[in-house]
Nanobody
């Protein structure tokens, strides 16, 4: 099983990033998928998830700015992040029953 995140980086406040998570080794279509983040010195926080049926959830702090989506044909999860704020700085993990290694997002 592998979950490989990409797309993180350094961006200025107000900018955008698109995170991707390539999944392999399990039946992607059968799993709800989510994004979790951990900011420096803070606890893990669920950011967003998308169910197998396409239902989505967002934490209040990102609702209206972030959009989660999935492409089952490509076994890939996405997180479009717009209007980024300094407080979005964190390591972002793709997660389901398994976890990825994380990708760093720095807004500065």
């Amino acid at each position: 099983v592998q979950l490989v995140e990409s797309g993180g980086g350094l961006v200025q406040p107000g900018g955008s990033l698109r995170l991707s998570c390539a999944a392999s080794g399990f039946t992607f279509d059968d799993y709800d998928m989510g994004w979790i983040r951990q900011a420096p010195g803070k606890e893990l926080e669920w950011v967003s998830y998308i169910s197998t049926g396409g239902r989505t959830f967002y934490v209040d702090s990102v609702r209206g700015r972030f959009t989660v989506s999935r492409d089952n044909a490509k076994n890939t999860l996405y997180l479009q992040m717009n209007s980024l704020k300094t407080e979005d700085t964190a390591v972002y993990y793709c997660a389901t029953a398994y976890w990825g290694q994380g990708t760093q997002v720095t807004v500065s």
